[in-house]
């Protein structure tokens, strides 16, 4: 069993940073894949940045320029730099995780925390 242990986050004015944190640890082989995920009220979580064990990485058209991710592989964490951050940022954000363990490779969820940015 693995787990996603999310940090950071909270209420932050528009323009402000906000940086967020998510370590797996359990029965980890490797991490393929590590990524950010969003879900605002009333709406479908959508995809913000991923990162892979390589560290190529992908972003949200919505967030290029604003956002980072990044990842220790050593200590099976990622980071989500969000700067300039707009109220439309506003969401609960949710790490994921591709993990390969010695049984099979599985797909996991943190467990989200609200990022709240006032206008």
């Known amino acids: 069993q693995v787990q996603l242990v999310e940090s950071g986050g909270g209420l932050v004015q528009a323009g402000g940073s906000l940086r967020r944190s998510c370590a797996a640890s359990?029965?980890?082989?490797?991490?393929?894949?590590m990524a950010w995920y969003r879900q605002a009220p009333g709406k479908q979580r959508e995809q913000v940045a991923t990162?892979?064990?390589?560290?190529?990485?992908n972003y949200a058209d919505s967030v290029k320029g604003r956002f980072t991710i990044s990842r220790d592989n050593a200590k099976n964490t990622v980071w989500l730099q969000m700067d300039s951050l707009k109220p439309e940022d506003t969401a609960v954000y949710y790490c994921?995780?591709?993990?390969?363990?010695?049984?099979?490779?599985?797909?996991?969820w943190g467990q989200g925390t609200q990022v709240t940015v006032s206008s």
């Open positions: 994921r995780a591709g993990v390969a363990s010695s049984i099979a490779n599985t797909v996991y």
């Open positions: 359990g029965s980890i082989r490797s991490i393929n894949f």
């Open positions: 990162i892979t064990n390589r560290g190529n990485t």
